[in-house]
């Protein structure tokens, strides 16, 4: 019957996962059971009185009671589809549970009447008529109890309606109370002994029972229940379909009443996925959850792993060491243990301020061999050596001249290495057979540390395989030396991002071989006169550090550098980009973070404000290796004005794009 009076008053009838056709399914039974149990209060009262029967006068008001349940559960339903508003913006579900609240009142206070009244027909026994209405009425009440608790049984079931499970609960209830009643009348008719006060005692205990039941969990709901087995691993299935989804945690849902539950979740994703990309996948995995589940579920994406990383190798990784170093003198033990393996001549990743460095013992020659073959360098490519104070530097150098004094004691410990006439001291295949050797004393707790504790300089190269962007954290130097070196100490992003300036000091003037956080005119302030190598400004020379001739710091895609000069440098970068997609090329976009939104193609990187060069030198390095790890094939860069650090940043830029640099005609 509830489905033919669902066909004619309830728009949508079918659609039974909609909440609002299911607080019309609600709203509809409430009906039904207001119109039936008025009948039932009605007629037993009449029948009651007639019979002067305290237990069925007293099950006529259940039934009452009953007719008020179903006012309140109308009432209830149609207030929880209200929508919501300003004071109230998650809606009004959590009526349905107000109302249920009350309904659970309304039946104790019933058992109770019913209670009191049937102890005073114990004490004060009456004479109870028997009539074959009264039992016609009766059995006829059973039978309508017994359809009630059918199709609300059926609703809860279906819409997990509490109300809708109230409501068949007390329906059972009351067929048992109905039966005792004609049960103890027909005990009363045969036996000629007073039942029908202890008949409605049991009675009313059981109304009572499931008045306090119907509260509690009610309660329960108010306060917020954990969500349902069921609900939690549908949510969580639908998540870990997402294409990107590698894990997740916290997931909470909070029960704001029917159709408004809010989810949300920790994801874990990779961080070489475009932003473009992984939020397209995102966005699919919520409405899936809202679509199955009516969960409205926000995912917080937590970057924590490569795509496209080399997998875990056990062989390699039982050779590389990664001790994280997150106080100097807290970790000393751990720093000890790398300073051993330098002692031993084995190899050591050390972060400095500048890039992440490959260090052996630098008077060793067998050990810096060892540096050598695990970057693949070149062997006319001369290594820098890493000091802990300026004494160090006298025994490797034939002399220290007044001006390379003044910048040590002014620079260091800092970005700035200095070439000096080397002393017998350092080996030949350090300094690549010449005659100087480049010195610097890094500004980095943990690398000193490791130095003083080996008690020896340390050769250190950018802990990079040559030719590739210089590593600024240890996940870049682990996937570039794993299985190649011995151990890595993770000390953090490095602070600055691009390597020493290089200053020639055997010359007069001084000569920036490489230039670098400090500048010509900042290091002019300090000594009289400091010049560029003709290999930095002119291409066509060739550069007086051997290391400067290679191409460096490059990605394995093409790299194409917009010099900031262009006119509009944006736009010239949008055509090639267009052109390079139409050729079927992935493009890549490195550019500031408040230029992104101007372009359009499959990766766009951003290296932080265009105000900020040093933000830039920071991310660079990290970035270009994020292309690859995209898999970009052609990399369109926004270059930097050429001054103070973006000087240096754009020679970095000239050597990682092989000199591909657009500049203005
Ligand atoms: O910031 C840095 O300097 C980093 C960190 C690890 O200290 N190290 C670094 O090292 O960048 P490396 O090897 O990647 O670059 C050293 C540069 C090379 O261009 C090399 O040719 C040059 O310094 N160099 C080293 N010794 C030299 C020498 N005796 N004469 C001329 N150039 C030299
Ligand atoms: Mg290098």
Not at 249 to 277: C, F, K, W
Not at 278 to 306: A, F, W
């Amino acid at each position: 019957m509830i489905q033919l009076l669902a066909k004619r008053f309830i728009k949508d009838y079918q659609k039974t996962s909609d909440p609002g056709v299911q607080a019309k399914y609600i709203a509809l039974s409430g009906t039904m059971g207001l119109v039936l149990n008025l009948f039932l209060f009605l007629s037993k009262l009449v029948i009651g009185v007639m019979a002067n029967s305290i237990a069925m006068i007293s099950d006529s008001f259940n039934n009452l009671s009953d007719s008020l349940t179903s006012i309140i559960a109308i009432a209830g339903s149609m207030l929880s589809t209200m929508p919501a508003d300003e004071e109230h913006p998650l809606g009004h579900g959590r009526f349905e549970y107000v109302a249920s609240l009350l309904v659970s009142i309304v039946i104790m206070y019933v058992g109770i009447e019913l209670l009191r009244n049937s102890v005073e027909k114990i004490l004060h026994p009456e004479q109870v008529d028997f009539s074959l209405l009264a039992i016609l009425i009766l059995l006829l009440s059973i039978a309508i109890k017994l359809y009630m608790y059918r199709y609300n049984h059926q609703l809860a079931k279906q819409f997990s309606s509490g109300l809708n499970d109230g409501v068949a609960k007390d329906s059972l209830n009351d067929v048992i109370a109905t039966g005792g009643i004609l049960a103890a009348m027909i005990f009363t008719y045969i036996t000629g002994l007073p039942s029908d006060g202890v008949a409605g005692v049991i009675i009313s205990f059981l109304v009572l029972r499931t008045g306090f039941e119907f509260a509690r969990d009610t309660v329960s709901l108010l306060l917020g229940e954990k969500p349902s087995d069921e609900l939690i691993q549908e949510i969580e299935d639908e998540i870990c379909k997402g294409k990107y989804v590698r894990g997740f945690h916290d997931l909470q849902i909070h029960d704001y009443g029917r159709g408004n539950v809010l989810a949300s979740v920790h994801a874990e994703i990779p961080i070489d996925v475009t932003v473009m990309e992984i939020h397209n996948s995102i966005d699919t995995i919520e409405r899936q959850v809202k679509q199955k589940t009516g969960v409205e579920l926000v995912i917080h994406m937590d970057p924590s792993y490569y795509l496209n990383e080399p997998q875990y190798d056990e062989e390699k990784d039982m050779k590389t060491t990664v001790l994280d170093i997150l106080d100097v003198s807290e970790d000393e033990e751990k720093i000890k243990l790398a300073a051993d393996v330098i002692k031993r001549g084995g190899l050591v990743v050390m972060p400095t301020e500048t890039v992440y460095g490959l260090a052996a013992n630098g008077l060793d020659a067998e050990a810096i061999e060892k540096i050598f073959e695990a970057k693949n360098r070149p062997v006319d490519n001369p290594l820098i050596l890493h000091v802990a104070s300026i004494e160090e530097v006298r025994p490797l150098v034939k002399e220290i001249p007044p001006h390379a004094l003044i910048l040590m004691e002014k620079l260091w410990p800092g970005p700035l290495t200095i070439i000096l006439e080397k002393s017998k001291v350092v080996p030949e295949i350090l300094s690549a057979g010449g005659k100087t050797v480049a010195i610097r004393m890094p500004d980095n707790p943990i690398a000193l540390r490791l130095i003083e504790l080996s008690g020896v300089p340390l050769a250190a190269p950018s802990a990079n395989i040559s030719g590739k962007p210089s590593p600024t954290n240890a996940i870049d130097v682990y996937v570039d030396l794993n299985g190649k070196v011995d151990v890595i100490l993770d000390g953090g992003g490095s602070r600055i991002g691009i390597e020493s300036t290089v200053l020639d000091m055997t010359t007069d003037p001084p000569k920036i071989l490489r230039p670098g956080y400090f500048g010509k005119n900042f290091m002019e302030e300090l000594i009289p006169r400091v010049e560029y190598d003709e290999g930095i400004l002119d291409e066509g020379v060739t550069p007086k550090s051997p290391g400067m001739k290679y191409r460096h710091y490059a990605p394995k895609a093409e790299l194409i550098v917009y010099s900031a000069e262009l006119e509009d440098p944006i736009q010239k970068i949008n055509k090639d980009a267009a052109a390079f997609q139409e050729a079927g090329l992935k493009v890549g976009i490195m550019t500031f973070a408040e230029h992104m939104v101007l372009y359009d193609v499959d990766v766009i990187l951003n290296v932080g404000s265009s105000f900020d060069t040093e933000q830039m030198a920071k991310e660079l390095y990290t970035k270009l290796r994020d292309f690859d790890r995209m898999g970009v094939d052609v990399i369109l860069a926004e270059g930097v004005a050429e001054r103070g650090l973006g000087f240096a940043i754009m020679d970095r830029l000239r050597k990682s794009s092989g000199g591909k640099v657009v500049e203005p005609q």
